[in-house]
């Protein structure tokens, strides 16, 4: 991660990226303009890093030549641009190929046709290194683009920020900052962390997501994952692990303003932590801690036992799967414990007590964090 000015901003597209983007961009424009020697007209000052790269790398004989047009004051693409300074060179007949670094509202590019209108060129073609679909709103043809990106803003290759990071060789993406608090609740089935996530949310304005709740939504409503989801949780097994990181990931996104997040019941295996490693990465966030509530096996079997009466719950009724339950636990689960250590996040909290004496004790760990 870096800092221009007030902003943080992380790594997006590396320099082999760009390069590679480049030299498609080359290999496009050469065979298309075959043996004519075009010009090449950068527009400033954005550009002159991709403009170097490029005609470095183009075959064949060509002009260079460079305008000055200014678009982004901040980081917002303004509406009225300065005018044009720098095209001195008479161009008519000539096959002009304008390079651009980004072209994102198109503000700039109208712009350029305006100017190019008058100057009785050949042919004049739009050559962009990167291209944001989403923000463009004009009709002229964008003749090469090297790489689409998301309409997010950018630095680094030529592009700054309010005057940094333009020397910078790859491109960085503006970070978003996020101050959530996302807590993975953990511990054996019947360790107590739904009935502690309830407490919590409330407490910490969190969301809170069960991935079993999720899963037995789905069975009563029949849906095709509810009913996947079914022959493997009514023997006490373990629902595979894509299916269960889709629909994470998916309850996750609906609900893109949280201040954070509760997850009880996952990640559940090795594969899950990654995953979930990845999403929060993906929000600029990060697992602050994974808070695990130990408890005996003979407890939590008499616990499940119990529930059972009224959960209505196959998997807490019967013994053997509940037994089940709790090796799949050990057998998969339970290495997360080392995971979460070698991050310096995981606490383990005695999850044997009353309902608020373990509240208690959780708390204790969430506000130390
Ligand atoms: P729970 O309510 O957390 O005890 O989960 C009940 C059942 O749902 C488990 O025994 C699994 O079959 C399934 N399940 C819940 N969370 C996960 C997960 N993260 N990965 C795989 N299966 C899960």
């Known amino acids: 991660m870096i800092k221009l ?11 082999k990226e760009i390069d590679s983007a480049v030299s498609k961009m080359v290999t496009e424009i050469a065979n298309d303009l075959q043996d004519e020697v075009p010009v090449f007209v950068g527009i400033l000052n954005g550009s002159f890093m991709f403009v170097s790269d490029f005609v470095k790398k183009y ?17 917002k693409s303004t509406e009225d641009i300065q005018r044009l300074i720098g095209l001195t060179q008479d161009l008519t007949g000539r096959k002009v190929v304008i390079l651009e670094d980004i072209i994102d509202s198109g503000n700039t590019l109208e712009e350029v046709h305006r100017i190019f209108k008058n100057e009785n060129v050949d042919e004049l ?15 002229y043809k964008l003749h090469y683009v090297g790489l689409e990106i998301p309409n997010k803003f950018i630095v680094g290759y030529g592009l700054d920020y309010n005057g940094l990071g333009r020397d910078l060789p790859e491109i960085y993406q503006l970070k978003t900052t996020q101050h959530m ?7 054996p089935p019947g360790a107590g962390k739904g009935t502690q996530a309830e407490f919590l949310k409330d407490k910490y304005n969190l969301v809170h997501i069960s991935t079993g709740d999720v899963f037995r939504f789905n069975i009563k409503n029949e849906t095709a994952l509810g009913m996947l989801a079914k022959s493997y949780m009514d023997k006490g097994e373990l629902v595979p692990d894509q299916v269960t990181i889709d629909m994470l990931n998916a309850e996750v996104e609906k609900n893109a303003d949280a201040n954070g997040f509760i997850f009880d019941g996952f990640p559940r295996t090795n594969a899950q932590a990654q ?20 408890v005996d096996d003979e407890v939590l079997v008499k616990r499940l036992l119990e529930r059972g009466k009224t959960s209505g719950r196959k998997d807490d009724a019967d013994e053997t799967i509940i037994r089940n339950r709790i090796t799949e636990y050990y057998k998969k689960t339970a290495i997360l414990k080392d995971y979460y250590t070698a991050q310096n996040k995981y606490f383990g909290v005695d999850g044997v007590g009353s309902i608020s004496e373990i509240t208690e004790r959780l708390n204790a760990v969430i506000d130390k964090l």
């Open 5 to 15: 000015n007030d902003l943080y901003f992380k790594p997006f597209i590396s320099e």
């Open 59 to 75: 075959p064949k004989p060509c002009e260079v030549t460079f305008i000055k047009l200014a678009s982004y004051e901040g980081i």
């Open 125 to 139: 073609k739009i050559a962009t290194l990167f291209y944001k679909p989403e923000a463009y709103k004009k009709d």
């Open 181 to 187: 608090t996302n807590l993975v609740l953990f511990g």
């Open 275 to 294: 995953a979930l490693d990845q999403l929060m990465d993906g929000k600029d966030s990060q697992i602050n801690a994974m808070i695990a509530l130990e």
